[in-house]
Structures are given as C-alpha cells and as structure tokens.
C-alpha cells in the first residue's frame, strides 16, 4: 500500500496534512536534521518521502549528497522535484538495497514498517556496516514507552491532537487502521536492539509517543 492510501489522503496533500497526524512533526524534522555533521559527504535516507528530511539536512550539510530510498514511487517523484541533483533516489525497500558508504544515515517515520526485532536488528547492522566510523544514525520515529500505563497516556496525547483535525471517530479509526501496516516497538526496545548490534544510542529528543535517537558508530582506535 503507497503512503497516500496508508494515511487516506492525496499525495499532493502530503507535505502538509501529515502535521495533522503527528504531533510535533517540524519540531522532530528540525531536530534531527541538525543531528547530521555540517560536514557530512554522502547521507543515505532510508525510506525518504517527499524528501523532507533530506532537504533539512541539506539546508546544513551544504556539500552533502543524499541517496534516498523508497518503495513508494509517487513519493519519490516529489522527492526529485524537491531535491534536484543534490539526491540520487531508488526506488526499492531498504530492506533489499544496496547502501552506499554514507557518514550519516537518517530514517523518518520509515522504520516502523519492520514488523519483527529479526528483521530490524538485521537492517541495523547493514546500516553500521554502511556508516563510516565516527557516523551517525538518526531515527525520528513513534516510539512509544514499555510502561502499559505511560503508553496509554501517550496515547491519549496523540488522539488528542488527532482531534485538533478530526472528528473523534476519524481519529480513533486512523489509529486502527495504521497498526495494520505499522509495528510501534518501545524505545527501550529500539535501544537495546542499537547497542546490541554495536551502536551507542543516545535519547536527544523526546515528546510523547515520539523521539529522535542519535546512535553513533565507534570511530576506529
């Protein structure tokens, strides 16, 4: 399913509804575009969308080159209007791309389409193979507390800034209907998952159900 009929909008509509759907969307966007080296070479996007992301970190990293990767191909034409020839974009799952050697990697609301910790844990350790050393990962994602009742009152949060758009019967059934395609695993999960496959994830922002980690591969002694 492409990302328009996933969220139930117009794809030209993207760029601007998808602030409807997630709190603190160009806050966390902001954030981890400045997480990104100033002097960054090459930055590989793992599932790019429009090219939002990419075009903060390009805004920053003024001589950097994007590789972006998604499996939407609408989406990637927005991103190649957006980008120019500043990105190289494939269109594939990143699960099944080739990575270029990258000084940072940078992933928006994309992971949480991995379903299992196999299957993540397997593409964090493509990714630190992809990294130079001293490289980054940041992830800005939907990552909601292990704790039942903190998670809840995330929850709520987030449904309640659905309300600021939709009606509460809109909103509930948006919810419903993005866990048939997305798997929101908690952020102690992600961040064991991290170390374990050689990371050194730090928390750098956080807001509700929503974060941003900085995970960071050992430079060479």
Do not use: N
Not at 50 to 77: N, P, Q, S, W
Not at 102 to 107: E, G, L
Request: charged residues 25%; hydrophobic residues 45%.
């Amino acid at each position: 399913m492409g990302v328009a009929a996933h969220l139930g909008i117009r794809l030209v509509e993207y760029d601007r509804r998808i602030r409807t759907f997630i709190p603190h969307y160009e806050e966390m966007l902001g954030l981890a575009a400045a997480l990104v080296p100033c002097g960054a070479a090459e930055i590989l996007d793992l599932g790019i969308g429009t090219g939002a992301l990419a075009a903060r970190c390009l805004r920053l990293a003024r001589k950097a080159h994007v590789t972006g990767i998604d499996c939407d191909a609408e989406m990637l034409a927005l991103a190649r209007r957006r980008l120019g020839g500043r990105a190289s974009l494939i269109h594939s799952r990143f699960e099944d791309a080739v990575f270029p050697r990258a000084d940072a990697v940078v992933a928006s609301l994309a992971l949480h389409h991995l379903f299992t910790r196999p299957a993540k844990s397997a593409l964090y350790r493509r990714i630190l193979r992809a990294l130079r050393p001293g490289g980054i990962l940041v992830i800005a994602d939907c990552c909601p507390a292990a704790e039942r009742s903190l998670r809840k009152a995330q929850k709520l949060e987030w449904i309640h800034h659905l309300y600021r758009t939709f009606s509460h019967t809109r909103a509930t059934a948006c919810l419903r209907s993005w866990r048939r395609e997305d798997c929101y695993m908690p952020l102690e999960t992600e961040l064991q998952m991290l170390r374990s496959c050689g990371f050194h994830p730090e928390v750098v922002w956080r807001r509700g159900m929503f974060a941003v980690v900085a995970a960071r591969k050992r430079r060479q002694a």
